[in-house]
């Protein structure tokens, strides 16, 4: 491994016109954002009230869309997913995790899933844990040196319901590097440290122009 990827890949920062995230600071009241937000998700599939209010809350939230929407910016440039002391980096695509360790020996995260994640029974839909481990995967090639790369395919295997509103751990790493590819594993673990999903997968190391 490489604490710098460049002097392995000299095209490090131009892969298919990646941005070069850079750390952002939007200042509290986004922080306060993505709390509402987090939460109004929640209810957008939970909340069951009269017609009257869903009336007045979809007045709300295009007079959200209709504040915001003259600040659309290009990927990289809004604070989404670059304000790392926030819940999932800021980004409300990802469940809101924190990362608690970040080095080539590993990668490991805590993360909460809620009700906006629900698939069933109140478990945790099947489709957001590759979302996870994909993001896992990532955090892993940064943390370990290697090159921007794509994933090529990503594998799970679920153990058990998981559930919501528990903080759970994931733990990725990379099993087996050669020369482009990075052979990749996770898990996630319950409090009590039982498995509920593991995943293996192959990260590819991206060519000059690969987008």
């Known amino acids: 491994m490489t604490d710098d990827p460049r002097l392995v890949d000299p095209e490090y920062d131009r892969h ?8 952002a600071d939007p200042g509290p009241g986004f922080a306060r954002f993505l709390t509402a937000m987090r939460r109004a998700q929640d209810l957008a599939v939970s909340a069951a009230p009269d017609s009257e209010t869903w ?4 007045e709300h939230v295009e007079a959200l869309v209709e504040l915001l929407d003259p600040f659309e910016a290009a990927e990289g440039v809004g604070p ?21 360790k970040f080095d080539a020996e590993a ?32 955090m892993v090639i940064h943390a370990t040196g290697r090159p921007i790369s794509r994933t090529g395919f990503l594998h799970v295997d679920y153990r058990k319901v998981t559930p919501i509103d528990t903080t759970l751990t994931v733990r990725g790493w990379v099993r087996e590097a050669q020369g482009r590819k990075s052979f990749v594993n996770a898990e996630m673990r ?11 997968g192959l990260m590819i190391r991206l060519l000059p122009g690969q987008p």
């Open 16 to 23: 298919g016109g990646f941005p070069n995230f850079e750390r």
């Open 107 to 138: 990668v490991e995260l805590t993360v909460q899933f809620s009700r906006f994640h629900v698939g069933g029974n109140y478990a945790v839909h099947g489709g957001v844990l590759p979302l996870m481990f994909d993001s896992v995967f990532g």
């Open 80 to 100: 989404a997913n670059r304000v790392p002391e926030l819940p999932g980096a800021g980004s409300l695509l990802m469940a809101p995790y924190r990362v608690t």
């Open 55 to 58: 009336e007045k809350a979809a």
């Open 190 to 200: 319950d409090p009590e440290g039982n498995l509920l999903a593991e995943a293996n």
